[in-house]
């Protein structure tokens, strides 16, 4: 069974910075649809920011772009959300995903929606305080 484990995460001050790690039972480092989605209660899943591993292709929400950034260490089979210029709205909880994605055309299904992921990490929550 794959795992997903997550790590990080806590209570920071509005302004400041978090860094959420995720590391798989499997190799990622190639044909991996990868992401960062967090939840807050009441509301939808919501997709923060996506990898393609194969090509290191990244896309982000409107409202993390220029303040988040999502990095894979292919050494370490380990995914990164660097978190910049937080805001009390930012507060939620994040899981990190995974899917196989063997085509370069699997990234564009994968972006935007959290069906396709098969893989789950089991959610770290992240509280921002103003």
């Known amino acids: 069974q794959v795992q997903l484990v997550q790590s990080g995460g806590g209570s920071v001050q509005a302004g400041g910075s978090l860094r959420l790690s995720c590391v798989p039972s499997i190799d990622t480092a190639r044909d991996h649809c990868m992401g960062w989605f967090r939840q807050v209660p009441g509301k939808k899943r919501e997709g923060v920011a996506y990898?393609?591993?194969?090509?290191?292709?990244?896309t982000y929400t409107d409202s993390v772009k220029g303040r988040f950034a999502i990095s894979q260490d292919k050494a370490k089979n380990t995914l990164y959300l660097q978190m910049n210029s937080l805001k009390p709205e930012d507060t939620a909880m994040y899981y990190c995903?995974?899917?196989?994605?063997?085509?370069?055309?699997?990234?564009?299904?994968?972006?935007?929606?959290?069906?396709?992921?098969?893989?789950w990490g089991q959610g770290t929550q992240v509280t921002v305080s103003s």
């Open positions: 990898i393609y591993t194969n090509e290191d292709t990244t």
């Open positions: 995903a995974a899917d196989p994605c063997p085509y370069a055309s699997d990234y564009s299904t994968h972006v935007g929606g959290s069906d396709d992921y098969n893989y």
